[in-house]
């Protein structure tokens, strides 16, 4: 994950988004491969108007990128797990870098409350998921203490349900 995306602030001003931006980015979350035709179409806007459109929320960091939904267990990654981690005062930046590192690693949140970071893996069984739980994880100086929890079943809700 690029270092400005969970600690600096965007370069423009945020500006909301008109109702036609906000359709076309509903139709790319459901289908990131929808061809600037069918986007076109669906929000009866032209081609050349999507085309804009898309590039300028590309451009704004609006769109961040496009990617596939994986079924991790298909896969080969049949365990999955939310960390909790509490971490040293002030070392953020560096745990953070290091979990990017991480085999498996999906997501990276800094949050508030009881702990300090949630952190989502994928693993291709559990004992992988103790390995880098154990070892890994756990043998950071940063990282005070940890919570695992296992994901049982999972599955990606539609966008703007």
């Known amino acids: 994950m690029p270092e400005d995306q969970l600690t600096s602030r965007p370069a423009q001003p945020v500006r909301p988004l008109d109702p036609i931006d906000a359709a076309i980015l509903r139709l790319l979350r459901a289908d990131g491969r929808a ?66 590192a991480l085999p498996g690693a999906a997501h990276i949140a800094l949050v508030s409350g009881d702990f300090d970071v949630l952190l989502l893996v994928h693993t291709a069984d559990n004992r992988a998921l103790r390995e880098l739980v154990l070892t890994r994880i756990q043998g950071m100086p940063e990282v005070l203490s940890t919570r695992t929890l296992l994901v049982f079943e999972e599955r990606d809700l539609p966008p703007d349900r």
Do not use: C, M, P
Not at 53 to 67: D, Q, S
Not at 72 to 92: N, P
């Open 35 to 100: 061809s600037i035709r069918s986007v076109a179409e669906q929000v009866h806007i032209s081609r050349a108007n999507a085309y804009a459109r898309i590039n300028r929320l590309i451009e704004e960091g609006v769109i961040r990128g496009f990617t596939a939904r994986v079924d991790h267990e298909r896969a080969g990654q049949g365990a999955s797990a939310y960390i909790t981690l509490k971490i040293v005062q002030d070392s953020w930046r560096t745990v953070r870098a290091k979990l990017e």
